[in-house]
Nanobody, 125 residues
Framework: QMQLVESGGGLVQAGGSLRLSCAAS????????MGWFRQAPGKERDFVAA????????YYADSVKGRFTISRDNSKNTVYLQMNSLKPEDTAVYYC??????????????????WGQGTQVTVSS
């Protein structure tokens, strides 16, 4: 079992920045790769970024590459998503999730088994 709690969302103007955090319970956080997804109203849940269990590799959706950075601190059981140069189309609920397989992670939501409750990010134009 793992509980995930996201924080750091909010309202920001276009071009601004936010840093999301996802705190995990339990002692096994450091052996799992983690991912961030987002879901806008009326849309599918989309992959944003993933990071290997040891932080050694990362993987991004094309829509956020160069603007977002995923990182983790295994000593704090936390994964982060630094979001810069935000655009109105980044508005969504952002979720972190645990990747249930080996490797860095994937863009497929059903390959993740534990999810947080989400945090709202709203980017105004």
């Amino acid at each position: 079992q793992m509980q995930l709690v996201e924080s750091g969302g909010g309202l920001v103007q276009a071009g601004g920045s936010l840093r999301l955090s996802c705190a995990a319970s339990g002692r096994t956080f450091g052996i799992y790769s983690m991912g961030w997804f987002r879901q806008a109203p009326g849309k599918e849940r989309d992959f944003v970024a993933a990071i290997r269990w040891n932080g050694g590799s990362t993987y991004y959706a094309d829509s956020v590459k160069g603007r977002f950075t995923i990182s983790r601190d295994n000593s704090k059981n936390t994964v982060y998503l630094q979001m810069n140069s935000l655009k109105p189309e980044d508005t969504a609920v952002y979720y972190c999730a645990r990747f249930k397989h080996g490797g860095t992670g994937s863009s497929v939501a059903n390959e993740y088994d534990y999810w947080g409750q989400g945090t709202q990010v709203t980017v105004s134009s």
